[in-house]
């Protein structure tokens, strides 16, 4: 059974930092992108990153390339979302993601999600 | 940057059937996944590669893409299809960066 979950959230003030983690279980991690989603309070579902199985390869949305960095650590199954430079449009529910087949879009097992709070 | 525009909001009454629309430039090229989001809880995807199904979920959701434009249709929609639904997908000229859309309210009443 598949289990994505994220912690490291909280309040932070703009300008800071804060690294989410993403520990996943009941699957080969090795062998899985991982994608980080975001959703800010009332708003939509937004895109954030994404690193590919090996690690080798990471994408990054237009509003967070520069900031974030993600990375995955197999000898723990964990995938890290390294916040930077956070700004108060930062705040939100960010999900961790894994798709159906390997390299795909279809992201199908969410975690619970965490809440990231930018506020002075 | 790339962006996929979804109505804000569409209404029906139980058993009609509801329509939500996607529009973007790169979906002649690529897949459109749909997810349905209810209030406190994860997206669950309905749709994907356009027009499948996952075996889970029920046969009244279906989807199709033409051109510039993805529809995702619930026939005969029931009041527990109430619920925001997103559009997804990726940019033609940036396979590896995805994009949502803003999302549509189905409303079911």
């Known amino acids: 059974q598949v289990h994505l979950v994220e912690s490291g959230g909280g309040v932070v003030q703009p300008g800071r930092s804060l690294r989410l983690s993403c520990v996943a279980s009941g699957f080969t991690f090795s062998s899985y992108d991982i994608h980080w989603v975001r959703q800010a309070p009332g708003k939509g579902l937004e895109w954030v990153a994404v690193?590919?199985?090996?690690?080798?390869?990471?994408y990054y949305a237009d509003s967070v390339k520069g900031r974030f960095t993600i990375s995955r650590d197999s000898s723990k199954n964990t995938v890290y979302l390294q916040m930077n430079s956070l700004r108060v449009e930062d705040t939100a529910v960010y999900y961790c993601?894994?798709?159906?087949?390997?390299?795909?879009?279809?992201?199908?097992?969410w975690g619970q999600g965490i809440v990231v709070t930018v506020s002075s | 940057s790339y962006e996929l525009t979804q109505p804000p909001s569409v209404s029906v009454s139980p058993g009609q059937t509801a329509r939500i629309t996607c529009s973007g430039d790169a979906l002649p090229e690529k897949h459109a996944y749909w997810y349905q989001q209810k209030s406190g809880q994860a997206p669950v995807m309905v749709i994907y590669e356009d027009n499948k199904r996952p075996s889970e979920i029920h046969e009244r959701f279906s989807g199709s893409s033409s051109g510039t434009m993805a529809t995702l249709t619930i026939s005969g929609a029931q009041v527990e299809d109430e619920a925001d639904y997103y559009c997804?997908?990726?940019?033609?000229?940036?396979?590896?960066?995805?994009?949502f859309g803003g999302g549509t309210k189905l409303t079911v009443l």
């Open positions: 690193i590919s199985y090996g690690g080798a390869y990471k």
């Open positions: 997804f997908s990726t940019d033609r000229s940036d396979n590896d960066r995805g994009v």
């Open positions: 993601v894994r798709p159906r087949y390997s390299s795909s879009w279809y992201l199908e097992y």
